[in-house]
């Protein structure tokens, strides 16, 4: 095995994979909960959580707490996804006692006061509003809020300017406690480390006692399908045509990759060749998949002039339908399987990639996997694989379609079946 694991008796998982020719550590904690987690009511709170956890604890201050890794040099930093949020350092291997003593006082001791929630709302609202003009990002949302309409998954996990603003230092406190507990929490690190030394700092600084059990109570949520224009006075048009996927652990996730990979993933995919290669319609554009535990989608995008909208639509869609269709060539899944397999090996030489790998798939797939067997699954999809998972996902009645941009009067239902 290529990674240790330890499980302390209070619940916490602790992950590492040593990386001896380096001279840093990456360092994780990864808590298993994110924006599907939240009520109507708290639309956004894992984010604002996030942000607060960065505000002071009972023994340093918000501005002491960033001095802490900037004298030395390191990141520090978080994120909030739908099903995770993780807090982050990566700083030289000796500093790791540091990482692992901060980042723990923040997800114990933060102190919550509400002068600094009042002010975390004002930077939030700015961080909305900032994401409400840039139309190539909140296409993703509008895509979302159609697949799974009145389901956490389908908010955004920023919130909106209504619940923000709602936020009570109660509602913080009550969420807090009720999710960053032990048995949601994973710890993980690659680098220069010893394990034992990262499980004896664990145990040593991440003590403080939580409840045993966390809220969580997740629903796999209804796909839906349509067409979703937003008129909106911008230069170009945003689309993004897709459906519902595969969830986190499905076995044909791989074959997913390689269908991604060929639609939309790279100078030499079928979309970018055709949009924007041979007809110079587009700039930007490519394809995704996302995985979660119950369900995923995979989306196309491309922005666009508005007049071109329609083309654009019928070009993306073409493709993939000759995908369902007919299947994918010989030379495409050679060159797939070769571009992923490339990319996963220069990843690898991240620390902080590695660590992402040990914490997200602990959390989200359960298993993690060497590169050796990642590299075995790739090969073993063939083209019937790649076909099916093609005709599973962009069957009759799954398709979304959702566009942003000045369309006046165009209608575009009559693209998706």
């Known amino acids: 095995m290529f990674f240790s694991e330890t499980t302390l008796g209070s619940g916490v998982k602790v992950i590492t994979e040593k990386i001896p020719y380096v001279r840093s550590v990456a360092l994780g904690f990864w808590v298993g909960v994110g924006a599907r987690d939240e009520s109507a009511q708290l639309s956004g709170m894992s984010h604002f959580l996030e942000h607060l956890l960065f505000k002071g604890t009972k023994t340093r201050t918000a501005r002491e707490i960033s001095e802490t890794f900037d004298t030395l040099g390191a990141e520090l930093n978080a994120y909030?996804?739908?099903?995770?949020?993780?807090?982050?350092?990566?700083?030289?291997?000796?500093?790791?006692?540091?990482?692992?003593?901060?980042?723990?006082?923040?997800?114990?001791?933060?102190?919550?006061?509400?002068?600094?929630?009042?002010?975390?709302?004002?930077?939030?609202?700015?961080?909305?509003?900032?994401?409400q003009d840039t139309p190539d990002e909140l296409i993703h949302d509008y895509f979302t809020e159609i697949l799974w309409q009145n389901h956490p998954l389908g908010k955004s996990g920023l919130g909106t300017a209504e619940t923000v603003r709602s936020f009570t230092k109660k509602d913080v406190g009550k969420y807090f406690s009720g999710n960053y507990v032990f048995d949601n929490m994973v710890v993980a690190a690659a680098g220069n480390l010893e394990h034992e030394k990262i499980v004896d700092l664990i145990r040593e600084f991440f003590i403080k006692k939580t409840a045993k059990k966390n809220q969580k109570n997740r629903k796999k949520p209804k796909a839906?399908?349509?067409?979703?224009v937003t008129e909106?006075?911008?230069?170009?048009?945003?689309?993004?045509?897709?459906?519902?996927?595969?969830?986190?652990?499905?076995?044909?996730?791989?074959?997913?990759?390689?269908?991604?990979?060929?639609?939309?993933?790279?100078?030499?995919?079928?979309?970018?060749?055709?949009?924007?290669e041979k007809r110079g319609l587009a700039y930007a554009t490519y394809s995704y998949h996302t995985l979660?535990?119950?369900?995923?989608?995979?989306a196309a995008y491309a922005g666009t002039r508005p007049g071109q909208v329609e083309e654009v639509v019928k070009i993306i869609k073409n493709e993939i339908d000759d995908i369902v269709d007919v299947g994918v060539k010989v030379e495409e899944l050679h060159r797939a399987k070769e571009h992923i397999k490339g990319q996963i090996v220069l990843s690898m030489e991240s620390t902080g990639t590695r660590m992402t790998r040990l914490g997200k798939s602990e959390l989200i797939q359960g298993e993690i996997l060497s590169?050796?067997?990642?590299?075995?699954?790739?090969?073993?999809?063939?083209?019937?694989d790649v076909a099916r998972v093609a005709r599973n996902i962009f069957g009759p009645g799954k398709e979304v379609l959702t566009v942003i941009g000045p369309l006046g009067k165009n209608k575009l239902a009559h693209l998706v079946s």
């Open 371 to 384: 590169l050796d067997e990642l590299v075995e699954r790739i090969d073993k999809v063939e083209l019937d």
């Open 80 to 131: 909030t996804a739908k099903e995770y949020t993780y807090f982050y350092t990566r700083l030289l291997d000796e500093q790791a006692h540091v990482g692992v003593e901060v980042l723990s006082d923040m997800l114990q001791n933060s102190l919550f006061g509400e002068n600094e929630i009042l002010a975390e709302k004002e930077v939030v609202l700015e961080e909305i509003n900032l994401h």
């Open 292 to 298: 979660y535990a119950e369900t995923g989608l995979f």
């Open 224 to 228: 839906n399908s349509g067409v979703f």
């Open 232 to 276: 909106k006075d911008t230069e170009q048009a945003h689309i993004l045509y897709g459906a519902e996927g595969l969830h986190a652990k499905d076995k044909d996730r791989f074959a997913l990759a390689i269908l991604d990979n060929i639609i939309g993933g790279g100078m030499s995919s079928r979309i970018f060749q055709e949009v924007r």
